[in-house]
C-alpha cells in the first residue's frame, strides 16, 4: 500500500465505554475499506482486531491493536482501544498518540462512566473528536437523550450532523442534515449499498429546525457562517463542511452521527466524517519536547526534511521478541537505521519497520513523520522514551499512568519456576506500565498490584498461557496510601564507621499536608536549606531519597501522598561520602516525623454504576447500604433502573456474583476510580489488625 501526503493521513482512534460497539465500528471500517473480505463479529470471537485469545474468550478488547487501510483518498491510521477500566492505561498511551478520535455511544445507555473517563483523557491531550450514536436499532434507543448527555455530562458541543430515521425495530435510515437526503441501506447488501432519497414530508420540519441548530452552532464558533447567517444567506453543503471541519479541529464543537454498526447501518458515513472533520498531522501543533541535557524547549513540525523523532507509546511482549510501537512525530528513519533513545543515552537499532494490521506486520521499507509503526526487538527502551537523531537531541513528555488499586501476593509453585515467573512478570510489566511488582522482604511473595480484579485474572491466564508459568495468587487486597493530619518535625543522625572512615550527617525536614490541588496522590519534596549548606550538587539526590522514601511506605507500609516534605536543616561530616550519610539520615529523619505525625490511612473510593429491573432495585439498594455506599442518583429509564453513587473499592470483591443473585442476572454493574478518602475511625482498628 503506497503511502498517502501526509495531509492525507488521518491518526484516529475508536473510545468509549465497554460494549458500546467500538470493535464492530472498527471491523466494519476494514470490510467496507476492503482491508478484510469477511466481517469479523466479536460475539462470535472472530474479530480481526481481538486478536488475543483470552479477548475472543470474553469478547472484550483487552489491549489496544493498530492497523492501516484506506478510504477514499485517504489513509488512516486507527487504534481500536478497550472500554473496561481496568485497561484505561490502553486508551491513556494511544490518545498521547494520536490526533483525532472517535467518540462512540450506545444509543440506550447514552453517557457511561467510561464514557466520561476517556472524553476526559482526550480532553487533557486536546484531541479532537466526533461522536458516533451506535446501536439505534435496539430496543429503547434514543439519540436526543444521548446528545444531551454529551452537551450536559460531558461539556461538549454537539453539531448534529445526522438525524435517525426511526429508532428501536423502526430504524431504518439516516437523514443527512448537511445533503439533505435521507439514505436507507439494503440490508441484503452487508450495507454496502444504500439509496440516497428526498427527505419524506413528515420528517421535512424536524430536520429543518435540526439543521438550523447545526447551522447556529457553527456560527456561533466559525466567523464566515456568522456574517452569512446574520444576512439570512443560504449555505452549499462544501461550506458547511470546510467550517465544521474547522471548528472540529479547534476543540470548539463535535461533530453527532448516528447508525447501527451491528446491522451494517451508517458506517461509510462516519468513514467520509474521519476523514472530513478530523485533522490530519499537519493540523496540529508541533510536537512539544526538551533539550535533554539543558531542558531547553523544543519543537518538531511534522516536515520529513526535520530530524527524526519518535514516541514509543506502547511495548508488546512475547516469548520471542518484544514489539515496540512507535508515533513518528518528524523526520524519517529508514529500515535498518539508528535512534538515539535520549532517556538512557543508548543508540537503537531500527532493524525492521512494521506497518500493524492487528497481530500482523508488514514490511516497510521507511517511516516519516506522522506514521505509526512498529519495530521489534529493541535493546534498552519502553514505554514513553523517545528515539530520536543523535546529532539533533529531543526528549518528549512521558506519558503518565493512573495508580494501582489492587495487590495480590503471587508465589511460584516451585523454587525452580521462581526465576522464570519473575522473567515472565517482568515482560508483562514492560508491556503494562500499570502493572506493579515488588518483592515483600518479610513473607519472599511477589506482590502485584494493577488497576482490578480483571487486569490481574488477565495477567494470571497470559503468565500460564503465553509463558507456561504456574503461579499461586492470593486473595485481591486494597492497595491503600498513608498522609498526616497535621504539620510535623522529624530530624535524625546518622553516625557509622564505615571502611576506615567515620560517616556523619544531621537532617531535620517538616512534613504537612499538601495544599496543591496538582499534588494529589504524590508527595512534593523541596529545600529551605540556607545558601552554603551542603553542596548544590548532594541536593537533587537527597531529595529523590525523600521521595523514594514516601514511595515505600509509612507506618503501615503504604505509600504516603498528598504531603510536603522540606529539608529545614542540615549538618555532614568532613570525612566520608557524604551523600551515604545524608541520605540515610534523611530517610530516618523521615520515619521519626511519621512516627510522631497523626497518620490517615486512606482507601480508594470508586465511582458505581448499577444498572438493574426495577422490582430488584430495594435488594440492590439495600446490599449497597451494607457496603459503604453513597447512593447519589436513581433514575427511572423506561424498564430499568440506573443506581449512580460511590462505594470504597475493599467492599467490592465479589460483587459480580451478589448482584447476579440479587437480581436474577439480570441487572449489571461498572466501576472506576474516584479519589483516596480516610478509612473512618471505626474500621480503622480491624484494618490495623489485618496489616
Known amino acids: 500500500m503506497a503511502r498517502k501526503p501526509i495531509e492525507k493521513i488521518r491518526n484516529t482512534g475508536i473510545i468509549a465505554h465497554i460494549d458500546a460497539g467500538k470493535t464492530t465500528v472498527t471491523e466494519r471500517f476494514l470490510y467496507y475499506s476492503g482491508k478484510t473480505h469477511k466481517l469479523g463479529e466479536v460475539h462470535e470471537g472472530q474479530a480481526i482486531m481481538d486478536f488475543r485469545e483470552d479477548e475472543r474468550e470474553r469478547g472484550i478488547t483487552i489491549s489496544s491493536a493498530a492497523t492501516t487501510f484506506l478510504w477514499r483518498d485517504y489513509q488512516i491510521n486507527l487504534i481500536d482501544t478497550p472500554g473496561h477500566v481496568d485497561f484505561t492505561a490502553e486508551v491513556e498511551r494511544s490518545l498521547r498518540v494520536l490526533d483525532g478520535a472517535v467518540v462512540v455511544f450506545d444509543a440506550v445507555e447514552g453517557v457511561e462512566p467510561q464514557s466520561e473517563t476517556v472524553w476526559h483523557q482526550a480532553d487533557r491531550y486536546g484531541v479532537p473528536r466526533i461522536c458516533f450514536v451506535n446501536k439505534m436499532d435496539r430496543v429503547g434507543a434514543d439519540f436526543e437523550q444521548a446528545v444531551r448527555d454529551i452537551r450536559e455530562k460531558l461539556g461538549?458541543?454537539?453539531?448534529?450532523?445526522?438525524?435517525?430515521?426511526?429508532?428501536?425495530?423502526?430504524?431504518?435510515?439516516?437523514?443527512?442534515?448537511?445533503?439533505?437526503?435521507?439514505?436507507?441501506?439494503?440490508?441484503?447488501?452487508?450495507?454496502?449499498?444504500?439509496?440516497?432519497?428526498?427527505?419524506?414530508?413528515?420528517?421535512?420540519?424536524?430536520?429543518?429546525?435540526?439543521?438550523?441548530?447545526?447551522?447556529?452552532?457553527?456560527?456561533?464558533?466559525?466567523?464566515?457562517?456568522?456574517?452569512?447567517?446574520?444576512?439570512?444567506?443560504?449555505?452549499?453543503?462544501?461550506?458547511?463542511?470546510?467550517?465544521?471541519?474547522?471548528?472540529?479541529?479547534?476543540?470548539?464543537?463535535?461533530?453527532?452521527?448516528?447508525?447501527?454498526?451491528?446491522?451494517?447501518?451508517?458506517?461509510?458515513?462516519?468513514?467520509?466524517?474521519?476523514?472530513?472533520?478530523?485533522?490530519?498531522?499537519?493540523?496540529?501543533?508541533?510536537?512539544?519536547?526538551?533539550?535533554?541535557?539543558?531542558?531547553?524547549?523544543?519543537?518538531?513540525r511534522p516536515d520529513p526534511k526535520e530530524p527524526v523523532s519518535a514516541l514509543i507509546f506502547k511495548v508488546t511482549a512475547s516469548p520471542a521478541a518484544d514489539l515496540y510501537y512507535l508515533r513518528v512525530y518528524s523526520g524519517r528513519v529508514e529500515s535498518g537505521g539508528w535512534g538515539l533513545n535520549t532517556r538512557t543515552g543508548e543508540r537503537?537499532?531500527?532493524?525492521?519497520?512494521?506497518?500493524?494490521?492487528?497481530?500482523?506486520?508488514?514490511?516497510?521499507?521507511?517511516?516519516?513523520?506522522?506514521?505509526?509503526?512498529?519495530?521489534?526487538?529493541?535493546?534498552?527502551?519502553?514505554?514513553?522514551?523517545?528515539?530520536?537523531?543523535?546529532?539533533?537531541?529531543?526528549?518528549?513528555?512521558?506519558?503518565?499512568?493512573?495508580?494501582?488499586?489492587?495487590?495480590?501476593?503471587?508465589?511460584?509453585?516451585?523454587?525452580?519456576?521462581?526465576?522464570?515467573?519473575?522473567?515472565?512478570?517482568?515482560?508483562?510489566?514492560?508491556?503494562?506500565?500499570?502493572l506493579r511488582q515488588k518483592l515483600d522482604e518479610e513473607t519472599g511473595q511477589i506482590i502485584l498490584s494493577g488497576m482490578g480484579e480483571l487486569h490481574i485474572d488477565i495477567v494470571k491466564n497470559r503468565l500460564a498461557?503465553?509463558?507456561?508459568?504456574?503461579?499461586?495468587?492470593?486473595?485481591?487486597?486494597?492497595?491503600?496510601?498513608?498522609?498526616?493530619?497535621?504539620?510535623?518535625?522529624?530530624?535524625?543522625?546518622?553516625?557509622?564507621?564505615?571502611?576506615?572512615?567515620?560517616?556523619?550527617?544531621?537532617?531535620?525536614?517538616?512534613?504537612?499536608?499538601?495544599?496543591?490541588?496538582?499534588?494529589?496522590?504524590?508527595?512534593?519534596?523541596?529545600?529551605?536549606?540556607?545558601?552554603?549548606?551542603?553542596?548544590?550538587?548532594?541536593?537533587?539526590?537527597?531529595?529523590?531519597?525523600?521521595?523514594?522514601?514516601a514511595e515505600g511506605g509509612g507506618v503501615y507500609g503504604y505509600p504516603v501522598v498528598d504531603v510536603?516534605?522540606?529539608?529545614?536543616?542540615?549538618?555532614?561530616?568532613?570525612?566520608?561520602?557524604?551523600?551515604?550519610?545524608?541520605?540515610?539520615?534523611?530517610?530516618?529523619?523521615?520515619?521519626?516525623?511519621?512516627?510522631?505525625?497523626?497518620?490517615?490511612?486512606?482507601?480508594?473510593?470508586?465511582?458505581?454504576?448499577?444498572?438493574?429491573?426495577?422490582?430488584?432495585?430495594?435488594?440492590?439498594?439495600?446490599?449497597?447500604?451494607?457496603?459503604?455506599?453513597?447512593?447519589?442518583?436513581t433514575r427511572f429509564l423506561r424498564s430499568i433502573v440506573l443506581v449512580r453513587g460511590t462505594v470504597p473499592l475493599s467492599e467490592m470483591f465479589g460483587y459480580s456474583t451478589t448482584l447476579r443473585s440479587l437480581s436474577q442476572g439480570r441487572a449489571s454493574f461498572n466501576m472506576e476510580p474516584l479519589d483516596y478518602r480516610p478509612v473512618p475511625p471505626s474500621l480503622l482498628a480491624a484494618l490495623v489488625q489485618k496489616i
Open 465 to 549: 498461557r503465553d509463558f507456561r508459568v504456574e503461579a499461586a495468587f492470593g486473595k485481591p487486597r486494597v492497595s491503600y496510601r498513608e498522609t498526616v493530619a497535621g504539620r510535623v518535625e522529624g530530624e535524625a543522625e546518622f553516625a557509622r564507621m564505615l571502611g576506615n572512615q567515620q560517616h556523619y550527617a544531621m537532617v531535620r525536614l517538616l512534613v504537612e499536608p499538601s495544599s496543591g490541588t496538582g499534588d494529589r496522590g504524590t508527595a512534593r519534596v523541596a529545600s529551605r536549606l540556607p545558601e552554603g549548606t551542603i553542596s548544590p550538587g548532594l541536593l537533587p539526590g537527597l531529595l529523590e531519597t525523600l521521595r523514594t522514601a
Open 564 to 633: 510536603a516534605i522540606t529539608l529545614v536543616r542540615a549538618r555532614i561530616g568532613d570525612q566520608g561520602q557524604p551523600e551515604i550519610a545524608l541520605n540515610s539520615a534523611a530517610t530516618l529523619a523521615f520515619r521519626e516525623a511519621l512516627r510522631r505525625a497523626e497518620i490517615q490511612v486512606l482507601e480508594p473510593i470508586m465511582k458505581l454504576e448499577i444498572r438493574t429491573p426495577e422490582e430488584h432495585l430495594g435488594a440492590v439498594v439495600k446490599n449497597l447500604g451494607s457496603r459503604r455506599a453513597v447512593v447519589e442518583e
Open 156 to 300: 461538549g458541543v454537539p453539531a448534529v450532523v445526522q438525524q435517525p430515521f426511526g429508532a428501536g425495530e423502526e430504524f431504518s435510515g439516516i437523514v443527512d442534515l448537511i445533503e439533505q437526503r435521507l439514505l436507507a441501506w439494503e440490508p441484503k447488501s452487508l450495507g454496502e449499498r444504500f439509496d440516497s432519497l428526498p427527505i419524506p414530508q413528515e420528517l421535512a420540519g424536524p430536520c429543518g429546525e435540526a439543521r438550523a441548530r447545526l447551522i447556529e452552532c457553527l456560527a456561533d464558533h466559525v466567523d464566515s457562517i456568522a456574517e452569512k447567517y446574520l444576512e439570512g444567506r443560504g449555505f452549499a453543503p462544501e461550506e458547511l463542511r470546510e467550517a465544521l471541519r474547522r471548528a472540529t479541529i479547534a476543540g470548539a464543537v463535535v461533530p453527532v452521527l448516528c447508525g447501527a454498526a451491528l446491522r451494517n447501518t451508517g458506517i461509510q458515513l462516519l468513514l467520509d466524517a474521519v476523514c472530513l472533520y478530523l485533522p490530519s498531522p499537519l493540523d496540529i501543533p508541533p510536537a512539544i519536547g526538551h533539550e535533554p541535557r539543558s531542558g531547553k524547549p523544543l519543537t518538531r
Open 348 to 434: 537503537e537499532r531500527l532493524r525492521r519497520i512494521l506497518q500493524m494490521h492487528a497481530q500482523h506486520g508488514l514490511p516497510v521499507e521507511e517511516a516519516m513523520a506522522g506514521d505509526i509503526v512498529a519495530v521489534p526487538a529493541l535493546k534498552n527502551s519502553s514505554t514513553g522514551d523517545t528515539l530520536c537523531d543523535p546529532g539533533h537531541q529531543i526528549a518528549f513528555e512521558p506519558i503518565h499512568f493512573p495508580d494501582t488499586v489492587v495487590s495480590v501476593a503471587v508465589e511460584a509453585r516451585t523454587a525452580q519456576e521462581r526465576e522464570r515467573l519473575l522473567e515472565a512478570l517482568r515482560r508483562i510489566g514492560r508491556e503494562d506500565p500499570t
